[in-house]
């Protein structure tokens, strides 16, 4: 508990926000950061040599400077920590060097995904950093806990991009029955009700994607922003075809590439990174697929982060309010 309370004490509301290929970058970390929420972003959207490093200079930067400002102001909105999200997987040739960014500069937390390393987790506790992993079953969650994991980020069904398909309540629960460690609720979490709720089935901590791609920087096309707010869940789409691992997708984005949602073929006929075989030849799956998550229904408008977390801390109190009133 002592980890959980160490991290909340740094927070304003009890919300990650998860890192989201392409779309999370500097500026959307460093938004969400001195809003009060842990911000976050994928290690491979940094493109090009020197450019992760870049980044986490901007970020630490980005935060010290609003901590001296907080502090002189004596401002009662607290400066969250960041995370990286490493992808621990043969494909990623980056890890290694990575990592040694990870170390240089201390990153206050990690989240690994698909695939675990005893390395990597040693690595982030040289320096006393906390490693997250994301697992989407009972059975990843106690392999992690075996490995030495910190804490665990349960991706339930409906979480945007790749999700499992397991009900929240019954992960929660049953994960609780054998870590009492830092949990972390990830799919279909839009509101400040929502984060009440991960609360109340027994997570430290909400975790929350979509609801982020429809801010003002976030790193989307307006096309992609304005799909988020038109969409419901029933636009969101479960399949493994664009990746070989099932991921939660914007039925737009998929018409729009003269798809049908409904017959796509095998998943093996393409893999992230390739070109799709379509009328408009450029078309790639990681760019052009938008993933989403079934919570878009409760996402009506673009915000700027901070009058988002705004908005999520006045309905994260007002839900406590019916609570009490029960």
């Known amino acids: 508990?002592?980890?959980?309370?160490?991290?909340?004490?740094?927070?304003?509301?009890?919300?990650?926000?998860?890192?989201?290929?392409?779309?999370?970058?500097?500026?959307?970390?460093?938004?969400?950061?001195?809003?009060?929420?842990?911000?976050?972003?994928?290690?491979?959207?940094?493109?090009?040599?020197?450019?992760?490093?870049?980044?986490?200079?901007?970020?630490?930067?980005?935060?010290?400077?609003?901590?001296?400002?907080?502090?002189?102001?004596?401002?009662?909105?607290?400066?969250?920590?960041?995370?990286?999200?490493?992808?621990?997987?043969?494909?990623?040739?980056?890890?290694?060097?990575?990592?040694?960014?990870?170390?240089?500069?201390?990153?206050?937390?990690?989240?690994?995904?698909?695939?675990?390393?005893?390395?990597?987790?040693?690595?982030?506790?040289s320096y006393g950093g906390m490693l997250l992993h994301d697992v989407i079953n009972v059975h990843h969650a106690q392999k992690a806990i075996a490995e030495g994991v910190d804490g665990l980020i349960l991706v339930c069904a409906g979480a945007g991009g790749h999700a499992g398909t397991y009900n929240p309540i019954v992960f929660v629960n049953e994960v609780r029955q054998f870590f009492n460690g830092p949990l972390a609720l990830a799919g279909t979490i839009s509101t400040g009700a929502d984060v009440l709720s991960a609360q109340v089935m027994g997570a430290d901590f909400a975790y929350m994607g979509t609801r982020f791609i429809a801010t003002t920087e976030a790193h989307a096309a307006p096309e992609y922003k304005d799909c988020i707010?038109?969409?419901?869940?029933?636009?969101?789409?479960?399949?493994p075809y664009f990746t070989s691992i099932p991921g939660n997708y914007l039925k737009p984005s998929i018409v729009a590439l003269g798809l049908d949602p409904t017959n796509l073929p095998q998943p093996e006929a393409v893999k992230i990174g390739e070109k799709l075989a379509l009328n408009n030849p450029s078309a790639?799956?990681?760019?052009?697929?938008?993933?989403?998550?079934?919570?878009?229904?409760?996402?009506?408008?673009?915000?700027?982060?901070?009058?988002?977390?705004?908005?999520?801390?006045?309905?994260?109190?007002?839900?406590?309010?019916?609570?009490?009133?029960?």
Request: proline share 4%; glycine share 6%; with cysteine.
């Open 284 to 326: 790639k799956a990681w760019r052009d697929v938008w993933g989403a998550g079934q919570g878009v229904g409760t996402i009506d408008t673009v915000l700027s982060t901070q009058d988002l977390i705004d908005s999520l801390e006045a309905q994260y109190h007002a839900a406590k309010v019916r609570i009490r009133q029960l």
């Open 229 to 239: 707010v038109q969409s419901n869940a029933v636009d969101i789409l479960y399949t």
């Open 1 to 125: 508990m002592a980890l959980v309370q160490n991290l909340l004490a740094q927070m304003r509301l009890p919300i990650i926000a998860a890192p989201m290929f392409i779309v999370s970058q500097p500026d959307l970390v460093l938004a969400q950061c001195t809003s009060g929420v842990i911000g976050s972003f994928p290690a491979l959207n940094a493109r090009g040599e020197g450019v992760l490093e870049t980044w986490l200079q901007k970020i630490i930067a980005g935060c010290e400077a609003a901590r001296t400002i907080n502090n002189t102001q004596k401002s009662s909105i607290p400066i969250a920590p960041f995370a990286i999200n490493q992808i621990v997987h043969s494909s990623n040739t980056r890890l290694q060097e990575d990592m040694a960014l990870c170390v240089k500069y201390r990153v206050p937390i990690v989240i690994t995904s698909l695939g675990l390393s005893r390395a990597v987790i040693d690595a982030v506790h």
